[in-house]
């Protein structure tokens, strides 16, 4: 199998703090797996440096086999790795349809995505991946007009159009009732499946984690506490 994350000895200091202490793993491709843990364990700091976005001060990181330095290219980066949050990070004042088409050209900056619309096949590949995630009819609305769940909605069907080959979820589910958090796990590693991608998410439910997902790492004190396989996960966590 392809290793598509490797994690060598990884630490980052915060002045005094510790966020992350020689933490090692590698995550194969087609791996869905859920980072556990207590606030303030390290889980976003984590994803930070997976996405490239904070740099280790000691450790070796590779994002499918290239090293965490040369990983520095816009466009390279939009192939391998897709983000959602909790905030869901869409533009509130534009519509769903042009919030989806950002995904596509996310190396090319969010006003220059309004062009696309333009442009039949960008159009088509937007309307196919609302469709997936069940927003066809929401597609000229305005994003800040939407419920929480349909606009983490939004967020899948704009990662459908960017298809990273990782993709690095923080707490997606956070800020989303119970019935709309299983909704979009459940949509969003059915999709991570069928697009034969790699996720990494951060979660606070355990419970979710056995049930969604296929491999969980608990972080203690910036550090891996266990790295098991779900149906080696305990019921009583
Ligand atoms: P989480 O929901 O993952 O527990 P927090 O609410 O603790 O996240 O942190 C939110 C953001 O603030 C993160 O981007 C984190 O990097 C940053 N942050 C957390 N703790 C501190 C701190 N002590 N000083 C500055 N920034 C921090
Ligand atoms: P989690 O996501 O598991 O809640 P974080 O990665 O947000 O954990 O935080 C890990 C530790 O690093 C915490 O002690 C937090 O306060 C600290 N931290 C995170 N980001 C910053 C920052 N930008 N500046 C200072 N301390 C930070």
Redesign the pocket.
């Known amino acids: 199998s392809t290793e598509m994350i490797t994690v060598k000895n990884i630490s ?1 200091y ?2 005094r ?4 202490s020689s933490l090692s793993f590698s995550i194969n491709k087609g791996e869905l797996v859920a980072l556990i ?12 440096t997976l996405a490239t976005i904070v740099k280790p001060d000691e450790g070796f990181l590779t994002i499918t086999g290239i090293p965490f330095e040369k990983l520095t290219n816009r466009k390279l980066l939009a192939k391998k790795i897709g983000i959602i949050r909790q905030q869901f990070d869409l533009v509130g004042q534009l519509s769903v349809i042009h919030n989806v088409l950002a995904g596509r050209l996310a190396d090319w900056g969010l006003f220059k995505s309004l062009l696309s619309l333009l442009l039949p096949q960008e159009k088509e590949a937007a309307l196919k991946a609302l469709e997936r995630v069940g927003l066809s009819d929401k597609k000229l609305e305005q994003t800040a007009k939407l419920s929480g769940g349909e606009q983490q909605r939004v967020a899948l069907a704009r990662l459908l159009l960017q298809k990273p080959e990782i993709i690095l979820a ?2 997606p589910v956070a800020s989303l009732d119970p019935a709309r958090a299983e909704d979009i796990l459940s949509m969003l590693t059915t999709l991570v499946k069928e697009e034969n991608q790699t996720l990494v998410t ?1 979660l606070h439910s355990v419970e979710y984690a056995r049930k969604y997902f296929t491999r969980i790492i608990a ?1 203690k004190n ?1 550090q891996v506490f266990f790295d098991l396989p779900v149906h080696e996960v305990s019921d009583s966590l």
Do not use: Q, R
């Open positions: 980052k915060y002045e703090k510790i966020a992350l843990g207590p606030s303030g364990a390290g889980k976003t700091t984590l994803l930070n923080d707490e951060s972080i910036g």
